[in-house]
T-cell receptor, first 113, second 115 residues
Framework: QQQVKQSPQSLIVQKGGISIINCAYE??????FPWYQQFPGKGPALLIA?????SEKKEGRFTISFNKSAKQFSLHIMDSQPGDSATYFC????????????FGTGTRLLVSP | EAGVAQSPRYKIIEKRQSVAFWCNPI?????LYWYQQILGQGPKLLIQFQNNGVVDDSQLPKDRFSAERLKGVDSTLKIQPAKLEDSAVYLC?????????????FGPGTRLTVL
């Protein structure tokens, strides 16, 4: 019940296209949903995050859509660029008195020039 | 602001040997995390410290893994003895944890290969 399911496992998008990554969760105790971006040889870095009382959050070319009733959320990357090629992880946070991050399995995105 | 530092970056050992990883968090960050990231998977939390106290080690294989955070600053993670399935990247992260949604900042990780 503490899992976060992520799809697709890999994604190839042409430059300028829209990249969409989907995640789903079961535990309704999750109450914060960050997305992390990881380049080869680097640690994950926070990209964008959303609280479950908000249905959408946009930061530049990156948008999170959140459907609380369906327990699903997704990351949209508009106008995808080759520099966006990385692995993306959705995550969900349990507030147990201390923040506990549960990560999805990751999506490897390749944006072709 | 300096990021989370980890060393070594790479380590190759044989099974049954021991290994230790070091992490220096961002200055002033009270919370420190160790994650294990197996190839093709998301990071999995091993242990979480608040200052120098452990607040969550439920997924730490305590028969072989140990961690400490002396003086509430840097931390070491040890594996003794290592198994083949311990091959992974070990990530350290820190956060200020002033509010629940504070960002976790990750170091570059230590890639461990167990032969």
């Amino acid at each position: 019940q503490q899992q976060v399911k992520q799809s697709p496992q890999s994604l190839i998008v042409q430059k300028g296209g829209i990249s969409i990554i989907n995640c789903a969760y079961e535990n309704t105790a999750f109450d914060y949903f960050p997305w992390y971006q990881q380049f080869p040889g680097k640690g994950p870095a926070l990209l964008i995050a959303i609280r479950p009382d908000v249905s959408e959050k946009k930061e530049g070319r990156f948008t999170i859509s959140f459907n609380k009733s369906a327990k699903q959320f997704s990351l949209h990357i508009m106008d995808s660029q080759p520099g966006d090629s990385a692995t993306y992880f959705c995550a969900a946070t349990l507030n147990t008195g201390f923040q506990k991050l549960v990560f999805g399995t990751g999506t490897r995105l390749l944006v072709s020039p | 602001e300096a990021g989370v530092a980890q060393s070594p970056r790479y380590k190759i050992i044989e099974k049954r040997q021991s290994v230790a990883f070091w992490c220096n968090p961002i200055s002033g960050h009270a919370t420190l995390y160790w994650y294990q990231q197996i190839l093709g998977q998301g990071p999995k939390l091993l242990i979480q410290f608040q200052n120098n106290g452990v607040v969550d080690d439920s997924q730490l294989p305590k028969d072989r893994f140990s961690a400490e955070r002396l003086k509430g600053v840097d931390s070491t993670l040890k594996i003794q003895p290592a198994k083949l399935e311990d091959s992974a990247v070990y990530l350290c992260a820190s956060s200020s944890y002033l509010v629940f949604t504070d960002t976790q900042y990750f170091g570059p990780g230590t890639r461990l290969t167990v032969l």
